[in-house]
């Protein structure tokens, strides 16, 4: 559905796949609950204290409280469904995409996907390349950092296309990788130079070992 308004346009979406994905996380938030509300429920019968994870483990606070669960009123099929009504609020598949241009729901979804792939690529950059705040710099230098962070994500891209094996590596395990790579020049009066490489790991050695020649 579509609805314009005077400076935008709201695109309302259904998506059977995202309608499953959370209606099952809901239902592992409500058997989670169940579990909990168990664990408390058999510590209050036995007379024991609470669990580590349901107390509060501050030194400098002292709690006096008293704790009742629902589980002594309610059946099993009972809490569950008191956990769905609270959890599932029907709007579970729906998704809202708002743009400044009058497209179609056709146009507007498909341009929405062709984000995904810059959003990794700027995620990658920001969060594995580790690309320093821009805010501070000269235009030259903006340009720069960004070029040569690009260069470095071509670099690894060719690497995860390349080399199989190394398809499922982050970014962050091959940049340290390379980085731990060293190179020793010994020169001999500059006449001669030989090239020394140590602390090689299995993901290094496969780059190094990798037949570049087609590209």
Same mark, same amino acid.
């Given at each position: 559905m579509k609805f314009e308004k005077t400076s935008s346009v709201n695109?309302?979406?259904?998506?059977?796949? &995202?309608? $499953?994905?959370?209606? /099952?996380?809901?239902? =592992?938030? !409500? !058997? =989670?609950?169940?579990? /909990?509300?168990? /664990?408390?429920?058999?510590s209050i019968d036995k007379n024991k204290a609470l669990p580590k994870r349901f107390r509060i483990n501050n030194l400098f606070i002292d709690v006096d409280h008293s704790i009742k669960t629902k589980r002594v009123e309610l059946t099993e099929d009972d809490a569950v469904k008191l956990l769905e009504d609270t959890f599932i609020n029907g709007r579970e598949g729906f998704f809202c995409l708002k743009s400044s241009k009058n497209?179609?729901?056709? /146009? !507007?979804? &498909?341009?929405?996907?062709?984000?995904? *792939?810059?959003?990794?690529?700027?995620?990658?950059?920001? %969060?594995?390349i580790e690309i320093k705040?821009? =805010?501070?710099?000269?235009? %030259?230098?903006?340009?720069?950092a960004i070029l040569i962070r690009f260069i470095v994500q071509l670099f690894v891209s060719l690497i995860w296309f390349e080399? *199989?094996? &190394?398809?499922?590596?982050?970014? $962050?395990?091959?940049?340290k990788s390379l980085y731990d790579l060293t190179v020793t020049v010994d020169s001999w009066k500059r006449k001669t130079k030989t090239y020394i490489y140590s602390n090689y790991d299995a993901i290094n050695t496969m780059i190094l070992s990798h037949n570049w020649g087609n590209l």
């Open positions: 695109y309302l979406f259904f998506s059977k796949k &995202l309608q $499953k994905e959370q209606l /099952e996380s809901r239902a =592992r938030k !409500v !058997v =989670r609950q169940i579990k /909990e509300a168990k /664990e408390i429920q058999e497209l179609t729901l056709t /146009e !507007v979804l &498909l341009t929405d996907r062709k984000k995904d *792939p810059i959003e990794i690529i700027f995620h990658s950059l920001k %969060n594995e705040p821009l =805010r501070l710099w000269t235009d %030259n230098s903006i340009y720069g080399i *199989p094996e &190394l398809k499922h590596t982050s970014t $962050k395990f091959i940049k």
